[in-house]
């Protein structure tokens, strides 16, 4: 049904077929043997089986490429990284503008009332008007209402007129205008201290950095599909050996009952065969709920329901030479390699700190000017600024970038040893998993012989039907035991893939390790 990923081992369910088929030979010698009527029974619940069987199989099968690919599609975690560096780039074209001068352009518009105001305890008018004789003149009356004011000498009348405003009398008079003001300023850095060249180095570093968080999620994704898939797989196996053993105790109950009925048996055995098939029932049920949550959880990192057959991948078993690989593993490792470009951040992070107590020159300038036709003002110069005394603020930074860089060189250390020791484990499960194989091969075999032999001494009268059970029982259990055997092996080498820090292409034989 499927093929072994690792080490040419056989199909997780292998010897499956041939152990049925000895038993439903055994039944139908026992239906001979009583009733006709057995092996008709048994013979419509096989067609009735068969056309369910054909019926389900409607939809392509998915493979392990394809379920990966569609889960690094809909990933949040993947969607999140790629809006991450989204935001570094953007952050570094903002570095890249301070190169560059800044122009600034300001235009204000305004409008101002003012009012006058005076009094009468100084002689107003004079120049202009009809000429007078005098002070004392009616005209000089007329002016200054009341009087107490003088009109000029040469006043008269016009001259009162012209001073309207007597003693403790006040006039006022609005006086609006608009005014337009418009600026246009000019700012170009000449020197800061290499402050924009460290800036440009830390978000180079932060979208490396990014872009490999990119390639590690996507990785992760593909290595947690490839488990959910094989998950799947195995869980859909376990199920069909469980549904074969229930219909198997169903066989040996109805065997039962009709040996039973034409008193060759017992109500022991029937006894027996119902306890059986009731466990079986049991261990299906199970089966059947761990396949629903496998394709459930399948089917989150797809972020669709997993209707389709799932087809069996052939995994390619890694290579590995210890201890040349190990190193080179190592290195290859995304999380390391994001580490390593942190610790060059934090390094050139301590020198743009340092570097904020150096000096800063600028080239400026401004024109100003009032309406279209106003007047006009402008400048240009250099300006600079020093700080000289910051009561140890850069000091401190740059102590906690020194920290900062102290403990990233300690997790760098501690995460090699972390993966030495996660590839060596994953080396210790493939390797358990394949003798694992071996020994479940070797109990299958055992089981079958030992189901054929209670079969034999059952049908000549010398056994008992509690021994068919059982033998069927440990059949049942060294099929599931080789079926778990072989899909550990396959996520074994799923593991070590991930640990090696290789492309997840390379379980389906896509990709090639490169050790240079």
């Known amino acids: 049904m499927r093929t072994d990923s690792s080490a040419g081992s ?34 419509c619940l096989l067609l009735a089986g068969g056309k369910a069987l054909a019926g389900g199989i409607s939809e392509p099968a998915l493979s392990l490429s394809e379920a990966m690919e569609q889960a690094i599609a809909v990933s949040p975690q993947v969607k999140a990284a790629q809006a991450r560096l989204a935001g570094i780039r953007g952050k570094t074209a903002e570095v890249w503008s301070s190169v560059f001068p800044q122009v600034n352009i300001s235009s204000s518009l305004s409008r101002s009332d003012l009012s006058g105001a005076g009094n009468s305890s100084g002689t107003l008018g004079g120049a202009g008007g009809f000429p007078g004789t005098g002070g004392s003149a009616p005209g000089g ?23 309207l405003v007597a003693n403790n009398a006040q006039l006022t008079t609005p006086t609006a205008f ?50 959910a898939f094989l998950a799947l797989l195995r869980s859909e196996a376990l199920q069909e050996v469980a549904s074969q053993s229930v219909w198997q105790a169903r066989s040996y109950l109805t065997v039962a009952e009709l040996r039973l009925q034409t008193g060759t048996g017992t109500l022991l055995d029937k006894l027996q065969a119902t306890a059986a098939l009731a466990n079986a029932r049991q261990q299906a049920l199970r089966a059947k709920n761990a396949t629903e949550l496998a394709r459930i959880a399948l089917g989150v990192l797809l972020g669709r329901t997993v209707e ?45 700190q340092d570097r ?8 400026i300038g401004q ?19 020093w700080p000289i005394f910051d009561a140890g603020k850069v000091n401190a930074k740059v102590q906690q970038a020194h920290s900062d860089l102290a403990a990233d060189r300690a997790l760098r250390d501690g995460l ?73 092996a396959q996520l074994a080498e799923i593991r070590l893939t991930q640990a090696l820090g290789v492309e997840p292409g390379s379980l389906l034989g896509q990709s090639k390790r490169n050790r240079e």
């Open 10 to 43: 056989a199909s997780p369910t292998e010897g499956i077929p041939a152990a049925r088929s000895a038993g439903g030979e055994w039944v139908k010698s026992t239906t001979r043997r009583h009733d006709r009527l057995l092996a008709i029974l048994i013979f």
């Open 141 to 163: 009356g007329i002016a200054g209402l009341p009087a107490g004011g003088s009109i000029g000498a040469s006043g008269g009348l016009g001259g009162g007129l012209s001073g």
């Open 178 to 227: 608009h005014q337009l003001q418009n600026s246009l300023a000019l700012n170009q850095i000449i020197f800061d201290g290499f402050r924009t060249k460290s800036s440009l180095e830390i978000a180079e570093l932060s979208e490396r950095s990014s872009q490999l968080d990119i390639t590690a999620n996507r990785h992760k994704v593909a290595f947690e599909t490839a488990g």
């Open 308 to 352: 389709a057959k799932l087809k069996p991948p052939t995994i390619a078993a890694a290579e590995v030479e210890l201890p040349h690989d190990l190193a080179a593993a190592i290195a290859k490792r995304s999380e390391l390699q994001q580490l390593e470009l942190k610790i060059a951040l934090d390094q050139e992070i301590i020198v743009l």
């Open 356 to 363: 904020a107590s150096w000096p800063v020159a600028s080239a």
């Open 367 to 385: 024109l100003s000017w009032q309406g279209s036709g106003g007047s006009r003002y402008s400048f240009v110069g250099i300006q600079a600024n």
């Open 416 to 488: 090699r040893l972390n993966f030495e020791l996660e590839i060596q484990k994953a080396l210790g499960e493939r390797a358990e998993a394949q003798e694992r194989i071996g020994v479940a091969r070797e109990g299958l075999s055992a089981a079958k012989e030992a189901f054929r032999l209670a079969q034999i001494r059952f049908k000549a009268g010398a056994g008992t039907s509690y021994e068919v059970i059982d033998a069927q029982s440990m059949l049942t259990q060294a099929e599931g035991n080789l079926i778990n055997a072989q899909f550990d």
